[in-house]
Structure formats: C-alpha cells, structure tokens
C-alpha cells in the first residue's frame, strides 16, 4: 500500500482484495464492535436523544440554507478579530496559499493537528513537493505517515493496524524521522503512546507553524472549534507562532449557541465519550495567549456542487464523527482503504460523489458499495438519510451513462423490459416463456427452496453474478392473466 | 474573478429556489438530576481524573499536599498561597517544559460531562502553561458547576480563546484501547471547593 489513493480501483475489486485480507478483518471486526459498544451504551444514557438529533440536523441545515450569508459574516467576524482569511475553489488553490504564507515566515516544517480537510486536498504531499515537511501529531495519523499507509477511519485512521504491527512500524522508521523509538519498546498501547509522546515533543517545541482543520466555524463570532483527544491539537493551536487552519465551508453554524446540540453529539456518537477529553476555541488572534498570526482558509472543492443536489444536500451537515462506517456491514468486513477516499464507509459513498460527480469508475462504484440496510441512518447524530442519498447516487450514476454507444448490460435488460411491459401481447409472450420455464425447472432442477418450491441453483453466463450466492425460485407454470381467463376471474372455482 | 466571489456566487446559484427558512427545533434539556457538584465529581473520577473536595479554608494546603516536591508553574492572579511555585513569566515552550505541574482555577464546570472549562483569564493564565507541564491541578469552586453544555455555552465568551477538559488526555487510537496521557498532562487534578 503506497501513501496515496490516485489510481485505486473500483469498490468491487477492491473490495475483494479486502476481503482476502484476514488479519485485517479480524483488526476491524475488534475495532467496529468496541467502538460500537461504548456508543450504544453512552447515547442510551440521553434521555432525548432522538431530540438532540433533530436540533442537531436543524442547526446544520439552516446553516446550509443560506451559507453564502454566513461565510459572508463568517469572513467579517474573523478579520474583525484579527485573523486573515483565504479562499480556496479547490485542493491546489487551498494547497498553495498554506506552503505560501509557510514559506513567508522561512520554515520547512509544519505540525498537523488531524484534520480530515487537509487529507482530503492532499496537503501533506503537496507541502512535500515545496520541500515542506509536514508532521502528522495525531497518534494515528502517525502511524500512518510512519507506514507509508492510507488512513482507513475518519476518526481512527489506523484502525486496520494491530499493536504488533505499530510497534514494528515505531521501530522501524521513528528514527528516520526524528527521535528513534526506544529499543526495548513493547507493544502495550501505553508504552507506544509513550514513545509517539517523546517523538513529537520536540517537534512541537520547536514548531513556528501549525496546520489545523476545524470542526466547527461559527459565523457570528468568527470562533473556529477543534475537537480532540491526546492535546496534540492544543499543542498545534497553542505553541506555535502562525496558525493556519484550511475550513470547509460546509462547517459554518450560525451562532455560538447553535454549537449546544453539536457539542453533545459528536464526542458520544465518534468516542463513545460523554465528552472528548480536549475542545479548543479561538476566535482570530488572542494578544499575548497563543499564535499571533492566524490563517483561515475556506476551502470548496466540491461542495458547492454537493450543494447544488437537493438529495444530496444534506451530506454536507456531516460532522465526521464516523458512526455510520462503525455500523456499517460492508464497511465492518472491507475496512477504510476499499474506498478509495479518505471519507469512506457509508458517508464516503455519497460525499464522494456527490464532491466529485460519478464520471470516473471508481466513484462512480462507490453508491453500490451498500446493502442499503439503514443502520447508519439510524446512527447519523445530524439524520443524514444516507440509503436515500444512495439510491439518488445510483440513479446519477445510470443517468451518466445514458448516452453511452455501447449500452451496459443492465440498460439493455432495462430497455427490453420496457419494451416487453408495454404491450400486452408481449407481455403475455413472455409470461407463457417465464411458464414454460418454471416447467422445465421443476421437471429438471435439483434445488428446492425451503418449503419445497422448485428454484434454479448457479446458471452460467451474465446471470452467475446474481445466481452464485441465490436461489432464483422458479417462476409459476401458470401466470395470473392466464388463471384470470381460464377461471373467469375465480368464479369458476379456481383450482386446476 | 476572486476565488471568494466564485465560492460565494457557487453558493448562491446551488441554493437558488432553496427556502433559507428551517424551523430549527430547541435542543432538549436535562432532566434535573438533583445534587449537580456530586454528580460533576462522579463524572470527572470517571475519566480517570483525580478529584478532592475540600472547605475554602483548606484549599491551600490541599494544593500544597498534591503538589508535593513537584515544581510548578501558576498564572498571575491565582491567589493561593504556594511557597515555590513560580509565576507565568510568558515563558516559552521549552521554558514551561522544565515544570512538573501547573495550578489554576476554571471559569464552569459541567456536570453532566464531567467537563472543566478555562476562559484564559489571568487566575488560569495563558493557554500554554496548562499544556505543556505534566500535572493539572485545577481548583473548581462547587458555585461554578452548571448541569450541562448549554448552561456552559451561555455562560462563556467566544471572544476569550476557551480550553474544555474533560479528563486527562487520552488515546484509543490502538485498537481502540485507551490510554490516560498523551500530549498534555497525564494527570488532571480537580480540587473542588465547596
């Protein structure tokens, strides 16, 4: 696994490939069920939770509503208060103003706070290629940059490791980078937390510019809010001398007070915690308390294009909490990296589209990666509907190969189903083809449904896709328009 | 065009014909859960945090005793009587490092959360010197402890740069184990007065 996602394949072949992997299911099947445990057992603790919920969901979408005032006044708030604000259309553009103002202040080192914006623009690489060094604080963010990895969780981006695994990987390469591991490390959680703490002390000590993302931007205020655990992040938004923080603009809420639900659901729906151990606000620069050049970068890429979707919309109330990939049964066996995306899981298979569109085959195969069960529905602490938002995705999908010269085989059948429904006599062609074929199967077939209905077992051709892992039952002898005139609608008796 | 004028004109377009009207509807509160400083303390001890209560007259000399030979670092105006403790002469980052422990005071505590919450004013100083050292020690009085969030929400000023605590720092970022201590101090110690 190499340190980018460009050129994944498509969800089903990844998947597969996934699927083989048995210590990373036994990994993620661990992880999945702890974490969801501790989430079940915290939100069963509100008594009105499905409330908080819905004030949740209100406070996002009115935000969403009417975004352009709020970044308008977002924008007004944070410069009254000092900071200076950037806006960036896309990755590149929001990429070359943070190695920009890095590079004003002559520095080849930044520290991250965990940030799912800069992941998503591929910041830390393309600060490489401007000779910028960007270190990761995050405990699993390291072990993730130290293993040349992929982030495979939105909150816990190592979750596909084991402790053995990220022993060997501190061994290996903390030296490289900085101070070594120490030789006798174990692989108790304590001591490697231990060892990433001696790590990246001096980094941040001597650290003149800080990255971050933010969780939340409340417009009336221009107060930024990171939410974390280890205080890596406080150390990030506290130390250094420059600041900056790339914001999607979808993380606008309106009013300070409209930060209540938010902050009551997102530490008890991603840690399964009454509240996460660290949250830090700031509103631009803070005389003598902190960096005292604040940088806010309000980032696009894509999501006026999510905006634009009246299905869709409400993706963008995600607070990147992760419950819904925790639930999830496809995301539970494939883990992170099948995605292809730093968002993956269900919420990833319709932000990524509906960020980037569905022409290329990988994101494209992304709103099918679902059995549609509903369970992330259920846990989404904003109420994204995500089964609606896919099966709308899907449809974009069919509708972006609608001018295709060479149909796909699910449009053919489509287009000969319809031709076949529009017209009696062909319907009733077909319904004697379907009769004789439930004949042959319950004279020749050797699989029996239980309860004794006659059904094809594994067929050859397009259709082994559908029939390698079902019973196809076999189709009546007799269909209801012949029952209909044979027993003049029943009032013949009806039996045969 | 600038980038803020196409972001903002995106926007626009994307929404037109959207209604910005959303009844949005009031969170819910929490029912009353009666003695709200017992319930705080239950809550920070569940984070593994280390809690005393004490009478107003005791304050000193319980800090003295948690703080022990340890050399500590306190904000201008904390007003407890510390022989040996060291006032915050923004120090640097390296500088506050040499200290085992910091003492302030807090702006509300929250029940519900077990939560700790610094406004950064001069009796729990700059947001570093409760960073850096290892130990925490942070003296809540029992009359700033509300029920929950929103009760702390109205009562804080986003102006002032805010740091909520909730326990010591944590981890559960291998296999979803948690570990007390990473980046800030390993021990938080809540002296709760009243």
């Known amino acids: ?496 | 065009m600038s980038a803020r004028d196409d972001i903002l004109r995106g926007v626009r377009q994307a929404l037109a014909g959207v209604s910005p009207a959303v009844e949005v509807p009031a969170a819910p509160r929490v029912p009353d859960r009666g003695d709200l400083v017992a319930l705080f303390v239950e809550r920070v001890e569940d984070y593994r945090a280390v809690v005393t209560r004490c009478a107003p007259d005791e304050v000193d000399q319980v800090v003295r005793d948690v703080l022990g030979s340890a050399r500590a670092v306190v904000p201008p105006d904390l007003g407890l009587d510390l022989p040996g403790a060291v006032v915050d002469d923004v120090f640097t980052a390296t500088e506050l490092d040499a200290y085992d422990a910091v003492v302030t005071r807090a702006a509300v505590g929250i029940a519900e959360t077990g939560t700790v919450v610094l406004d950064h004013q001069p009796d729990q100083g700059r947001r570093a010197i409760t960073l850096v050292p290892d130990l925490h020690v942070c003296v809540v009085d029992g009359g700033q402890v509300v029920a929950d969030v929103p009760d702390a929400i109205a009562l804080l000023d986003p102006a002032r740069p805010l740091t909520w605590i909730s326990g010591p720092s944590a981890t559960s970022d291998i296999e979803l184990d948690r570990v007390e201590g990473v980046h800030g101090p390993r021990t938080l110690h809540v002296v709760l007065v009243g």
């Open chain 1, 1 to 496: 696994m190499s340190g980018t996602f460009v050129g994944m394949p498509a969800f089903p072949t990844a998947a597969r490939e996934a699927l083989g992997d048995t210590q990373l299911r036994r990994n993620l099947a661990h992880a999945t069920h702890v974490i969801r445990d501790k989430r079940a057992k915290v939100v069963a603790e509100v008594e009105d939770w499905e409330e908080l919920r819905l004030a949740g969901a209100g406070v996002k979408e009115a935000a969403l509503r009417d975004l352009a005032t709020h970044l308008e006044t977002l924008e007004a708030s944070l410069v009254r208060a000092g900071a200076t604000v950037h806006w960036a259309r896309d990755a590149e553009e929001a990429c070359a103003i943070v190695a920009q103002v890095t590079k004003a202040h002559g520095v080849d080192e930044v520290v991250k706070v965990k940030s799912m914006a800069t992941a998503e623009i591929g910041l830390n690489e393309a600060l490489e290629a401007e000779g910028i060094a960007a270190w990761e604080t995050d405990l699993a963010e390291l072990i993730v940059q130290l293993g040349d990895d992929l982030p495979s969780h939105i909150l816990v981006p190592a979750i596909h490791r084991n402790r053995a695994e990220i022993r060997e990987i501190f061994l290996r390469r903390m030296g490289d980078v900085g101070r070594p591991a120490p030789v006798d490390l174990t692989d108790e959680p304590a001591v490697l937390a231990a060892a990433a703490r001696a790590h990246l002390r001096e980094k941040f000590l001597r650290a003149k510019v800080a990255v971050s993302g933010a969780n939340f931007a409340v417009a009336e205020t221009g107060t930024l809010v990171v939410v974390e655990s280890e205080g890596n992040g406080r150390m990030c938004l506290t130390l250094p001398e420059v600041l900056i923080s790339v914001v999607g603009i979808e993380k606008v809420v309106a009013t300070w007070a409209d930060l209540d639900p938010l902050l009551r659901l997102l530490p008890r729906s991603s840690t399964g915690e009454r509240m996460n151990p660290y949250t830090s606000t700031w509103s631009g620069v803070t005389p003598g308390d902190g960096p005292q050049e604040v940088h806010v970068v309000l980032l696009d890429n894509g999501r006026t294009r999510a905006l634009a979707d009246d299905v869709g919309r409400q993706a963008l109330r995600c607070i990147r909490c992760s419950a819904c990939l925790n639930v999830c049964p496809v995301y539970e066996r494939v883990g992170g990296h099948a995605y292809g995306s730093v968002y993956p899981g269900p919420i990833g298979a319709i932000l990524n589209p509906l960020l980037h569109g569905v022409s290329d085959e990988q994101t494209a195969s992304l709103p099918y990666a679902s059995s549609l069960c509903g369970a992330c529905f259920e846990v989404c602490p904003v109420r994204i509907d995500i089964p609606s938002v896919l099966v709308d995705q899907r449809a974009a999908v069919v509708d972006s190969h609608r001018g295709d010269r060479v149909p796909k085989a699910e449009a053919v059948a489509m287009k000969a189903a319809a031709w076949a429904f529009s017209d009696s006599r062909r319907l009733a062609w077909a319904e004697k083809a379907s009769g004789l074929g439930g004949r042959l199967l319950r004279r020749f077939g050797r699989t029996t449904l239980p309860g004794g209905r006659a059904a094809a077992g594994r067929l050859p051709g397009p259709a082994a896709g559908w029939t390698g892992a079902r019973d196809l039952p076999a189709p009546p002898e007799e269909s209801f328009r012949d029952w209909w005139d044979r027993t003049d609608g029943g009032r013949d008796g009806g039996a045969r």
